[in-house]
T-cell receptor, first 114, second 115 residues
Framework: NAGVTQTPKFQVLKTGQSMTLQCAQD?????MYWYRQDPGMGLRLIYY???????DKGEVPNGYNVSRLNKREFSLRLESAAPSQTSVYFC?????????????FGNGTRLTVT | GESVGLHLPTLSVQEGDNSIINCAYS??????FIWYKQESGKGPQFIID?????DKRQGQRVTVLLNKTVKHLSLQIAATQPGDSAVYFC??????????????FGKGTKLSVIP
């Protein structure tokens, strides 16, 4: 039982390049989330998917797109990377967004945009 | 705007002593709170949660206290161990309405345990 798995663990991009961050969970959770973590800023929500087939913007969605591929997988895409997107990206999941339950996080993707 | 913050950014504790990490929240409508532990290079790990209809909840070596009157949350760690060294985050559910669930995170407190 791996929980939440993120790939890749590290990535370096040049400005303007694109990439997709992958996330998969094996806990049969309905809701999945993407956060970014920057020094002094805490965790900020980029996008989330309350259930398979739905996605919604979070606090900082600009420059990102997401796809809920199936119940297990939720990907985050940067179409044209910018230095401001240098950050650590965390994927998380929870059983349901309809009642309070803790988020379970992956170990992150460390992205540097030069 | 609403925010979740922490009183102390760093805390150093002697091994074996108790630790207390504090958190202030400003959204009086928040009904669910969580404490996370984050070790270097890893994702946040769930420690304990509490709903707003409670004022205290205990886990293994940890206790969370909620004071809604002053909008204050604390995490107490008993007999602190070197493995407790990490950054601790509080989070509140700032979503509103059925089906709305969004956690707002504080910026974190770094706990250092002195052997």
């Amino acid at each position: 039982n791996a929980g939440v798995t993120q790939t890749p663990k590290f990535q370096v991009l040049k400005t303007g390049q694109s990439m997709t961050l992958q996330c998969a969970q094996d806990m049969n959770h309905n809701s999945m989330y993407w956060y970014r973590q920057d020094p002094g800023m805490g965790l900020r929500l980029i996008y989330y998917s309350a259930s398979e087939g739905t996605t919604d913007k979070g606090e900082v969605p600009n420059g990102y797109n997401v796809s809920r591929l199936n119940k297990r997988e939720f990907s985050l895409r940067l179409e044209s990377a910018a230095p401001s997107q240098t950050s650590v990206y965390f994927c998380a999941s929870t059983g349901s967004s309809s009642y309070n339950s803790p988020l379970h996080f992956g170990n992150g993707t460390r992205l540097t945009v030069t | 705007g609403e925010s979740v913050g922490l009183h102390l950014p760093t805390l150093s504790v002697q091994e074996g002593d108790n630790s207390i990490i504090n958190c202030a929240y400003s959204n009086s409508a928040s009904d669910y709170f969580i404490w996370y532990k984050q070790e270097s290079g890893k994702g946040p790990q769930f420690i304990i949660d509490i709903r707003s209809n409670m004022d205290k909840r205990q886990g293994q070596r940890v206790t969370v206290l909620l004071n809604k009157t002053v909008k204050h949350l604390s995490l107490q760690i008993a007999a602190t161990q070197p493995g407790d060294s990490a950054v601790y985050f509080c989070a509140e559910n700032s979503g509103s309405g059925a089906g709305s669930y969004q956690l707002t995170f504080g910026k974190g407190t770094k706990l250092s345990v002195i052997p």
